[in-house]
């Protein structure tokens, strides 16, 4: 899909503001609101656009653990690797996985009650025999920057400005 300057705003915008209105989009873009929310769904049909959600601040919600989690599988067969990732979404606990490239093979973020209900997920990703044969165990202490945007107009370049 080729994109023009206004589309990459609607993206840098929409990054930062999901529950922006219609109306302060297209002001914000140059368009009037109908062209600029036609725009809109067409990069939301095109996959440009996921999906909205609301940054929840766990912190005032509850009491919790962040934890990442660096993993190695049993072997690396792509049936091996199939199986863990299926898995990987039947444990709500686990907000985020990435395969990664180099020494370990997965990257988890997991969030629990404690430290404890942590433990007891893990060992029951043992128990389910998923093919984890060893992790690596951190505990985020604070946060210090969370999920920002991304960086739309460093990966386009000059042309996102």
């Known amino acids: 899909m080729q994109l023009d300057d206004r589309d990459i705003r609607i993206l840098q915008v929409i990054a930062r503001e999901g529950r922006i209105t219609k109306a302060a989009l297209a002001e914000r873009i140059g368009l009037s609101?109908?062209?600029?929310?036609?725009?809109?769904?067409?990069?939301?049909?095109?996959?440009?656009?996921?999906?909205?959600?609301?940054?929840?601040?766990?912190?005032?919600?509850?009491?919790?653990?962040?934890?990442?989690?660096?993993?190695?599988?049993?072997?690396?067969?792509?049936?091996?690797?199939?199986?863990?990732?299926?898995?990987?979404?039947?444990?709500?606990?686990?907000?985020?996985?990435?395969?990664l490239g180099g020494g370990f093979d997965y990257l988890l973020q997991i969030v629990t009650p404690d430290i404890d209900a942590y433990q007891r997920l893990i060992d029951q990703m043992l128990d389910d025999r998923i093919g984890l044969s060893r992790y690596f165990t951190y505990v985020v202490t604070k946060p210090v920057k969370g999920s920002a945007p991304p960086p739309i107009e460093l990966l386009l370049g000059p042309a996102a400005s």
């Open 33 to 99: 609101p109908t062209p600029a929310w036609d725009r809109l769904r067409k990069l939301e049909k095109a996959g440009l656009i996921e999906g909205y959600g609301a940054r929840i601040n766990l912190r005032k919600l509850a009491p919790h653990v962040t934890v990442f989690v660096t993993a190695e599988l049993t072997d690396h067969t792509a049936a091996r690797q199939q199986a863990f990732e299926a898995a990987m979404q039947t444990y709500d606990e686990v907000v985020g996985c990435w395969a």
